[in-house]
């Protein structure tokens, strides 16, 4: 980001990195600063700390197949009666 008189540093970082493969989106790579949860009771509050701070990707997939197949669990939202 370029700040007229403070040049080039770097004064924001990406939290979220995530790098999508067009020809296979099955084979996207992804990962955050934190975890995949903002419930600190959760077992993934902090699981990718380790991965952003090496530089290091999860698996992302796109495809309906692929995220069915490695899905931990699913949540259904429906609307409030």
Same mark, same amino acid.
């Given at each position: 980001m370029f700040e007229p008189g403070a040049g080039y540093g770097a004064v924001?970082?990406? =939290?979220? $990195?995530h790098i999508i493969d067009l020809a296979d989106v099955d084979a996207s790579i992804g990962t955050n600063t934190v975890g995949q949860s903002g419930n600190p009771a959760s077992p993934h509050y902090k699981d990718h700390v380790g991965l952003? =701070?090496? +530089? $290091?990707?999860? /698996? !992302? /997939? !796109? +495809?309906r197949g692929k995220v069915d197949e490695i899905a931990e669990s699913r949540a259904t939202l429906a609307p409030a009666d």
């Open positions: 924001v970082i990406p =939290s979220w $990195r952003w =701070s090496t +530089g $290091r990707y999860h /698996p !992302l /997939p !796109l +495809g």
